[in-house]
Each structure stands twice: as structure tokens, then as C-alpha cells.
């Protein structure tokens, strides 16, 4: 679903497992003005999808940080994009990502370097964030960055905690680095149509 009008088409593709990354995924496309697209539990796209992701100017990936790396269901998606990297269909494109854990470090830093990495093998310029982070003693939960990031945006909520608890300023970091991307694959899209 689209949030709002973008010079850019932008796909927000995403795994959830209990409804955290998803509102994250949801406040990144409000900035990117992207359409959504989850992969299910059992790491499949439809061919729609796929579709989207082929003609998109900037595909951002999530997924939570489940044992130190992504989800199961986002990495079987990875490799399903084996297609598209073989046929250079991403080459190019502008990406971007993010990730929800439970802990405070939970190793989110792996599951952004794994996005990074994806991005690169398919040829693709990766886009980091422009927000520095909260680290003042008397920085507060709801800060934009307080997870001091500089890759893309981290959040993290209580595994006792419902999607509706998630920190405000999480969602706030991701919105406005969804506006970045958005912004950053706009530029280049503008710049390739004047060369042309």
C-alpha cells in the first residue's frame, strides 16, 4: 500500500514474526512513500511481488534479528533472489534496511551487515542513516536513535512487549530514514533521466 506520493517507487520487503518488524516496516514506508510486501511464514513471495521488487527504484529489506542474524524466512527469500541477482534485475538500485530485537545489542548489527552484504552481491548502493545518536545521559527511550546506528535504523522492544509498545522513537528513526532512502534513490533516478 502506497503512504504517500513519491518521485520514486520504492518496495519495503519484510518478515515478521509477532507483529514488531512489521510496524517498523509500516513506518519506514510512511517516509519512503513504498508499498509493502511480506514475506509469510514460510519465506515465500508471491510472483506479484517479485514483480514489484523488479520495477522498484529502492527495496528496502527487514526482518527481526532472531539467534544473532535474520529470520529463516527472510534469509530462504535471500536465496530465492539468487534469480534476479543471475539476470541483474536489482543492479543499481538503492537499498536500505532495518531490524527489531528484543535485547538492547541482540546482535542486530549482524542482521544489518547480512542487508549490506545482499545489497552489494546484487549491485546495489546502499543508503545509511543521517541521524546521530542519543548517547547523552539524559537521552530517553523514545529519542530518535537511540540505539546509535549508523548502517539503518535498530530497534528494540521487550519480548514481553506488544507491537503498540514499541518506542516512538524507533518508529520516528525509521519513518524518517524511509524518507532518506526515498529521497537519496530520487536524486539518482533524476540524475539518470537528465543523462539520458
Known sequence: ???????VRAVVVYHSGYGHTARMATAIAEGAG????AIDS????????????AAADAILFGSPTYMG??????????????????EGTWKNK?????????????DKLNTLEYFVLLAGQHSG????????????????????????SYLAPMAQTPADASPDEMSQGDLETARRYGT???M???????GRSQSN
Open 94 to 106: 538503492v537499498f536500505g534496511g532495518f531490524t527489531n530485537s528484543a535485547s538492547m545489542n541482540g
Open 180 to 182: 532518506r532512502v526515498a
Open 1 to 7: 500500500m502506497t503512504q504517500h506520493a513519491s518521485p
Open 42 to 53: 514460510e519465506g515465500n513471495l508471491a510472483a506479484h511481488a517479485w514483480e514489484m521488487l
Open 69 to 86: 542474524g535474520p529470520s529463516w524466512q527472510f534469509k530462504k527469500f535471500a536465496d530465492a533472489s539468487s534469480k534476479p541477482w543471475l
Open 125 to 148: 548502493i546502499w543508503v545509511s542513516m543521517d541521524i546521530k545518536p542519543a548517547n547523552m545521559k539524559a537521552s530517553l527511550r523514545d529519542d530518535l536513535n537511540r540505539m546509535g
Open 184 to 190: 537519496i534513490a530520487g536524486q539518482l533516478v533524476s
Open 34 to 37: 513504498a508499498e509493502l510486501v
